[in-house]
């Protein structure tokens, strides 16, 4: 009990500086942590940042101003920051417990976020991937959230194309996912670059902004864009890709970088290379990190895999399949299609379940699904 009262004293001190304290103190005892985010779109224009339950059950939701990406959740509170989608320039931070948004925020004027963020692990400071796009260069922005979320800086993300991140378990390290993709908001779906563009894993120190180690793929894969990241037992990560490369080619979607070694490709069958056709919407690993399940929508198939040494285990269609999660224990996952559709993954027994109520008409899950508490 003295160790839940003095983390919640730290929380209001945290907080109290942008007047959320009343908001923390109704927040107390709300529930297990339970719950997964995701954007979504309802065909006619609208969009909204969503909380489901295990079940498939809306828990909540909130009004976007545009379309959304993924959120970052923080690590002692039910507070969660949804990003836009690139190039969008929004960042709402919301109570999930309670689907109130609590604070706004936007990056610079010659910045955008790419979609994805992370949290120090005392919640303190938020990092976001940006686009300086002017400058042809990434950057991670930094956002303190006891001042609303105030940019008090920024590190240089060592690559163009910053779009996902993680936290290790040493508290200091972001994994970076560079892309390698030079865009402009003046052109927004516009790939500038892809006859000289260069991804990488980068290894950063979010207390200095040094950077502490970049993998590079082989030059034959160099239009391979490391995408999404996940970590696995052991500070094992996962690396997910889209290839940019001619259609024909039969590349590696999927690999993993062990203890800041360079990244191992996975050396799977062709037929389930082929079935991601060349692109994974989204990356992730169950609760006891022995499992990996990557997406593809435009396979409309998910795959799962072993972490430790990369052996594909199964493939299941699942249309538009894109946003996934761990769900419930070893080798469960959730899934979200972008037809409206939840699933509920058994890896070990081969089980697809759809859960939730029917879709409706028009709703569409976008590419992630964020555990509130993973």
């Known amino acids: 009990m003295r160790s839940t009262v003095i983390e919640r004293r730290r929380a209001l001190a ?39 339950d295990a079940e498939g059950g809306r828990r909540f939701y909130v009004v976007l ?51 994805h963020g992370v949290f120090s692990p005392d919640g303190r400071l938020l990092y976001a991937c940006e686009n300086d796009f002017e400058a042809r260069r990434g950057a991670i922005g930094i956002y ?12 240089a993300s060592h690559g163009i194309g910053p779009h996902d991140l993680r936290l290790l378990s040493d508290g200091a390290t972001l994994a970076v ?25 980068a290894l950063i120190d979010r207390r200095d902004g040094a950077l502490v180690g970049r993998h590079r793929l082989a030059p034959a894969f160099h239009k391979a864009s490391i995408r999404h990241l996940a970590l696995a037992r052991g500070d094992r990560i996962a690396v997910a890709m889209q290839y940019e490369g001619p259609a024909g080619d039969l590349v590696p979607l999927l690999g993993v970088s062990e203890r800041g070694r360079p990244i191992r490709l996975f050396d799977a069958p062709a ?21 990996i399940a990557a997406s593809s929508p435009r396979g409309n198939v998910l ?20 946003g996934v999660a761990a769900a419930g224990g070893p080798g469960r996952f959730l899934a979200s299609s972008g037809r409206g559709g939840l699933f509920l993954i058994d890896v070990a027994r081969r089980r697809v379940a759809r859960i939730g109520p029917p879709p409706r008409a028009g709703l569409a899950w976008d590419n992630h699904l964020v555990p509130t508490g993973g």
């Open 177 to 201: 996912a560079i892309g390698g993709i030079a865009t402009h908001p003046d052109l927004p779906r516009l790939k500038l670059n892809l006859p000289t563009m260069a991804s990488a894993l």
């Open 14 to 52: 945290l907080l109290g500086a942008v007047g959320l304290a009343p908001w923390l103190s109704r927040t107390a005892g709300a529930g297990p942590r339970d719950i997964f985010l995701s954007a979504r779109a309802d065909g006619q224009g609208r969009y909204w940042f969503s909380g489901l």
């Open 144 to 155: 303190e959230t006891a001042r609303g979320f105030a940019r008090v800086g920024e590190w």
């Open 271 to 291: 037929p389930a290379i082929r079935a991601l056709r060349q692109y994974c919407g989204s990356v992730a690993c169950d609760t006891a990190g022995a499992v």
């Open 303 to 322: 795959t799962f895999w072993e972490a430790e040494n990369g052996r594909h285990l199964f493939t299941t269609p699942v249309a538009d399949g894109c």
């Open 65 to 115: 101003p545009g379309r959304g990406h993924s959120a970052a959740t923080h690590p002692r509170l039910p507070l969660a920051v949804v990003f836009a989608r690139r190039p969008g320039r929004f960042a709402l931070a919301v109570d999930w417990r309670r689907g109130r948004v609590v604070a706004r925020f936007a990056p610079p004027e010659d910045r955008h976020f790419y979609g």
